[in-house]
């Protein structure tokens, strides 16, 4: 009875922070991080500078809190990705692209964000560590599977999985700004990274792709 009313009142508290996170990013998007203050962040939310200096100490933490949030979302909908019922391999390319499509959208979703998402990569590398260790997790489960249902050959799964997460993030900036994935939409770019990973992972001869 204690916790669900101690719950109930932190509910408000929750709520309010999210608004003043939502708010942020929609004037990081708009204005651009170093152009947008804290005045500002707390004239747009209705909140005051009083109540934004509760939840955050500095504009800093509000950007963390931001790109949390937005790391938050890619990492629900990867979540649901890899829960799909899918052979290792098909299921590992799907991740591949799940990963640089979901990058993709929230960097685009936060128009001037882009430049300090990139610009501030020591922010945001701070703050993904915990994301980047479930999809590790992941990709390593997936090649397991694969290994253990005798399609892949891997002798270290463990190096194989820092290289398959290295490559995908390796594409990130050149996939969101457009260099590479021309032609994905009508079934050109799959082939060719199911393509690769069957011959780097797999027992060829085992591996029947549709």
């Not at 999985?161 to 032609?183: F, K, M, N, S, W």
């Amino acid at each position: 009875m204690h916790r669900n009313c101690r719950t109930k009142n932190n509910m408000p508290l929750q709520k309010t922070k999210l608004l003043l996170i939502d708010v942020a990013r929609q004037l990081f998007a708009k204005k651009g991080f170093e152009y947008t203050t804290m005045n500002d962040i707390a004239e747009a939310s209705g909140k005051g500078r009083r109540t934004l200096y509760i939840y955050f100490k500095s504009k800093d933490e509000v950007y963390s809190a931001v790109i949390n949030g937005e790391l938050q979302r890619i990492s629900s909908t990867f979540l649901a990705v890899a829960r799909k019922q899918l052979p290792p391999l098909e299921k590992l390319v799907e991740l591949m692209f799940a990963h640089l499509s979901l990058m993709k959208e929230a960097v685009e979703r936060n128009g001037n964000l882009r430049a300090e998402f990139f610009r501030n990569i020591w922010q945001v590398e701070r703050v993904r560590k915990k994301y980047d260790k479930k999809e590790r997790d992941i990709i390593a489960k997936t090649l397991e599977d694969g290994q253990r249902e005798g399609i892949f050959d891997i002798e270290n799964i463990d190096l194989y999985t820092d290289i398959i997460q290295g490559c995908a993030r390796g594409l990130e900036v050149p996939y969101i700004y457009g260099r590479v994935g021309t032609g994905m939409n009508i079934g050109i770019t799959r082939p060719i990274v199911t393509n690769i990973l069957r011959k780097a992972l797999g027992r060829e001869r085992n591996i029947i792709i549709p």
